[in-house]
């Protein structure tokens, strides 16, 4: 089983910057890629940026593109989300999930 422990999120203004954490712990499931979703209030969950678990390869949702940035510190065993230029439409409660485990979320806040 593997735990997954969700951090960094809080208020911002327009075009502030944010660095969200997933803590690893447990038995990971390398076989599948780790990533982030979201899920605005009254909004389905939407995906957001995935990796391969140690592999190249980065993925992202088109809204974020350019400006949010998946990486992972092997020895923290923790995977980041940055996010600059953040707009209101980022506001939302952000999730960390691999092999189907979920962390608890964190909230990111974007207004002025």
């Known amino acids: 089983q593997v735990q997954l422990v969700d951090s960094g999120g809080g208020l911002v203004q327009p075009g502030g910057s944010l660095r969200l954490a997933c803590a690893v712990s447990?038995?990971?499931?390398?076989?599948?890629?780790i990533g982030w979703f979201r899920r605005a209030a009254g909004k389905e969950r939407e995906f957001v940026a995935a990796?391969?678990?140690?592999?190249?390869?980065?993925y992202y949702a088109d809204s974020v593109k350019g400006r949010f940035t998946i990486s992972r510190d092997n020895a923290k065993n923790t995977v980041y989300l940055q996010m600059n230029n953040l707009k209101a439409e980022d506001t939302a409660v952000y999730y960390c999930?691999?092999?189907?485990?979920w962390g608890q979320g964190t909230q990111v806040t974007v207004s002025s």
């Open positions: 990796r391969t678990w140690s592999g190249p390869n980065r």
């Open positions: 999930v691999n092999g189907g485990y």
């Open positions: 447990g038995r990971s499931q390398s076989n599948y890629g």
